[in-house]
């Protein structure tokens, strides 16, 4: 349970370190590159990313609850294909020269990404006793947020300003191409999950899980 909850923390982390980044630096690209109005920057990243991640949040918590059927591997599994799925669509999103694909692959960005939401903090939930998972979800959200938006911003800033010689203008387009492709570690982190999660539990009781906070 330990080492799942690390890794847990390790997949929210590096997968929010990727999403501070982008957001922080999403508008000033579109402003850049596509010559965007911070109005139009506003309104349609709005509709992609707010709305996108909404509605992923509330799919994930849905197919959790009915083709995992509450199982917390399956519903670990929903979370690792979310991801999987959301890290070719954000490194697109940057590459393409098409504003409106590039928006369209942001919502269907967002959306994948944000599948993993409800699986992730329900076995976190589960992983840990009652009396302590109002704190537990406290000083795990809070050191994601530490981590993430300290370092997230900072290092697109950082490789921007590194490739500018070679990339000119365009520096932050492959800044944000090459941090969003950092999305490959937090999927390593919720495959480990999912491995622990059928090891610790299936193996062991051939229960879903969910109650293991209890114990």
Same mark, same amino acid.
């Given at each position: 349970?330990?080492?799942?909850?690390?890794?847990?923390?390790?997949?929210?982390?590096?997968?929010?370190?990727?999403?501070?980044?982008?957001?922080?630096?999403?508008?000033?690209?579109?402003?850049?590159?596509?010559?965007?109005?911070?109005?139009?920057?506003?309104?349609?990243?709005?509709?992609?990313?707010?709305?996108?991640?909404?509605?992923?949040?509330?799919?994930?918590?849905?197919?959790?609850?009915?083709?995992?059927?509450?199982?917390?591997?399956?519903?670990?599994?929903?979370?690792?294909?979310?991801?999987?799925?959301?890290?070719?669509?954000?490194?697109?999103?940057?590459?393409?020269?098409?504003?409106? &694909?590039?928006?369209?692959?942001?919502?269907?960005?967002?959306?994948?990404?944000?599948?993993?939401?409800?699986?992730?903090?329900?076995? &976190?939930?589960?992983?840990?006793?009652?009396? /302590?998972?109002?704190?537990?979800?406290?000083?795990?959200?809070?050191?994601?947020? &530490? /981590?993430?938006?300290?370092?997230?911003?900072?290092?697109?800033?950082?490789?921007?300003?590194?490739?500018?010689?070679?990339?000119?203008?365009?520096?932050?387009?492959?800044?944000?191409?090459?941090?969003?492709?950092?999305?490959?570690?937090?999927?390593?982190?919720?495959?480990?999950?999912?491995?622990?999660?059928?090891?610790?539990?299936?193996?062991?009781?051939?229960?879903?899980?969910?109650?293991?906070?209890?114990?």
């Amino acid at each position: 349970s330990r080492r799942m909850i690390i890794h847990l923390f390790a997949l929210v982390a590096t997968a929010s370190l990727v999403g501070a980044g982008m957001l922080a630096w999403a508008p000033t690209f579109y402003q850049r590159s596509f010559h965007m109005t911070a109005d139009e920057v506003g309104l349609w990243l709005g509709v992609a990313i707010g709305l996108g991640n909404v509605a992923g949040t509330l799919l994930g918590g849905y197919l959790t609850n009915r083709l995992a059927k509450g199982d917390l591997e399956g519903g670990l599994r929903i979370a690792f294909w979310g991801l999987a799925i959301n890290l070719p669509l954000g490194v697109i999103a940057f590459c393409v020269d098409n504003e409106a &694909l590039s928006i369209a692959l942001m919502l269907a960005s967002s959306v994948s990404g944000a599948l993993c939401v409800g699986p992730v903090y329900a076995t &976190l939930q589960a992983l840990t006793q009652p009396k /302590f998972r109002a704190t537990s979800v406290a000083l795990f959200q809070s050191g994601v947020m &530490l /981590f993430a938006w300290g370092l997230g911003p900072m290092l697109v800033g950082a490789i921007s300003d590194a490739a500018r010689t070679l990339a000119g203008d365009e520096s932050l387009r492959w800044s944000l191409i090459i941090v969003t492709s950092c999305g490959i570690w937090p999927l390593y982190h919720g495959w480990r999950v999912v491995k622990l999660c059928a090891a610790e539990f299936h193996a062991l009781g051939g229960g879903t899980g969910a109650d293991a906070g209890a114990a």
